[in-house]
């Protein structure tokens, strides 16, 4: 099974490219959604949560606020860091039990672990190899405030909490430019996974 780690930064179209990956025919693991999982209602996480930045952060059911919380998180680095240290371990992990439940299965070909924070998880450590879906700073704005209704600021806050594109460049080996028209960017999807996955699987089978 090839195994590839996908991520991008806010706004550059990662899940897109997700979808496209699965029409083609690969299996997808959302590690953005093992990130709501392991916060949902009464889950230790969701308690440690609170234990540190306290009962606000739920809504009225006892469920977590995620928009509460994220606007307290990507407005102070140090309290971003203190999520991440409670989140990360318990998503990594689970993780691991889906790469190897999948590979127990022994029906998949490509797999694609699919995260925003693919390298700061050290989850492009499972992977064998990353493509890293780009677009420049003021793309990523634009998208961000045109989407969400959010304010520039806090897109920039959201920007800059995460791991600058240029560290991201340095370890991914397919960089996907997404500033053109989603048309543009299937094409260089369905492309790269004829070039890359015959030369991978290549690689793979010597």
């Known amino acids: 099974m090839l195994k590839i780690g ?10 897109t490219v997700s979808s496209i990956l699965k029409r083609l025919g690969a299996e997808i693991i959302d590690v953005d959604m093992t990130a709501r999982k392991v916060v949902e209602k009464g889950s230790p996480c969701l308690e440690k949560i609170v234990m540190h930045f306290g009962q606000d952060v739920l809504l009225a059911d006892g469920s977590l606020n995620r928009k509460k919380l ?30 190897r439940a999948i590979e127990n299965k022994k029906s998949t070909e490509v ?9 700061e998880m050290g989850l492009h450590k499972m992977a064998d190899c990353v493509w890293l879906v ?3 700073r003021k793309t990523q704005i634009e998208r961000l405030v045109a989407r969400d209704g959010m304010s520039e600021e806090k897109a920039e806050n959201i920007i800059d909490s995460q791991m600058p594109m240029e560290e991201k460049i340095k370890l991914a080996d397919a960089v996907i430019d997404n500033t ?3 048309e543009a960017l299937e094409n260089k999807i369905i492309k790269l996974w004829a070039i890359k996955i ?3 699987h290549t690689r793979m089978n010597k």
């Open 198 to 200: 015959n030369i991978l």
């Open 6 to 15: 996908l991520t991008g930064g806010a706004a550059t179209g990662k899940s």
């Open 134 to 136: 780009w677009a420049d």
């Open 180 to 182: 053109g028209t989603p």
């Open 111 to 119: 797999l694609i672990i699919d995260a925003a924070i693919l390298i």
């Open 70 to 99: 994220g606007d307290m998180v990507f407005a102070d680095k140090a309290k971003l860091e203190k999520l991440n240290a409670i989140v990360h371990p318990v998503m990594a992990a689970r993780v691991r039990e889906t790469i």
